[in-house]
């Protein structure tokens, strides 16, 4: 069964970082690209990163590019997120997501894990 | 680049049929096959329901089927049951510069 747990959410004061992880398990990690979608309280889903399986394809939504950082650790099953100069519209909760095959939206989700964004 | 357009709530009878659009463009719906279907009950994390148009994963009920003509797909909700009561949000793959997928504005469907 495939599983994915987030971690490292919590309150940042504007402009601070904080680095999201994902551990992952019941499937070859090492093999599929992920990715993070993130949802603002109360509205819908935004894709914000995509990391391929190997780490050579990255890519970023406009809102995010600069500031955040996806990355894997392909022995340690475990995906990242780093995230800098926050923003109250960061406010979210964020989600690691495993693609369901080639150029598919994500098919398998975890729990996520919130991130609020506030002095 | 826009959100994939959905109409905001959608309702229902127990039994009944209900069809939730999602509407983009050329760049996106209407150029690949990618398109995904989620149901999100409340605090919880989306489930895939229906991916590349129109097929189902495994444990999917066969009552969720989905189609797309154009710049526009559907998600068909047969035989409504009050578990189908949730938000839903529509995704395709996107060849815009600024985006990988690109997720509907959601619908909320009410069991009547």
């Known amino acids: 069964e495939v599983q994915l747990v987030e971690s490292g959410g919590g309150l940042v004061q504007p402009g601070g970082s904080l680095r999201l992880s994902c551990a992952a398990s019941?499937?070859?990690?090492?093999?599929?690209?992920m990715n993070w979608v993130r949802q603002a309280p109360g509205k819908g889903l935004e894709w914000v990163s995509y990391i391929s399986s190997s780490s050579s394809t990255i890519y970023y939504a406009d809102s995010v590019k600069g500031r955040f950082t996806i990355s894997r650790d392909n022995a340690k099953n475990s995906l990242y997120l780093q995230m800098n100069s926050l923003r109250a519209e960061d406010t979210a909760v964020y989600y690691c997501a495993r693609d369901y095959g080639d150029y598919s939206p994500p098919g398998y989700w975890g729990q996520g894990t919130l991130v609020t964004v506030s002095s | 680049q826009s959100a994939l357009t959905q109409p905001a709530s959608v309702s229902g009878s127990p039994g009944q049929s209900i069809t939730i659009s999602c509407t983009g463009t050329s760049s996106d719906v209407g150029g690949y096959n990618y398109v995904s279907w989620y149901q999100q009950h409340p605090g919880k994390a989306p489930k895939l329901m229906i991916y590349e148009v129109s097929n189902r994963p495994s444990g999917v009920s066969n009552r969720f089927s989905g189609s797309k003509s154009g710049n526009t797909a559907s998600l068909t909700i047969s035989g409504l049951q009050a578990e189908d009561e949730a938000d839903y949000y529509c995704s395709s793959y996107t060849s815009s510069s600024t985006l990988l997928y690109v997720f509907g504005t959601g619908t909320k469907v009410t069991v009547l």
């Open positions: 019941g499937f070859t990690f090492s093999s599929y690209s």
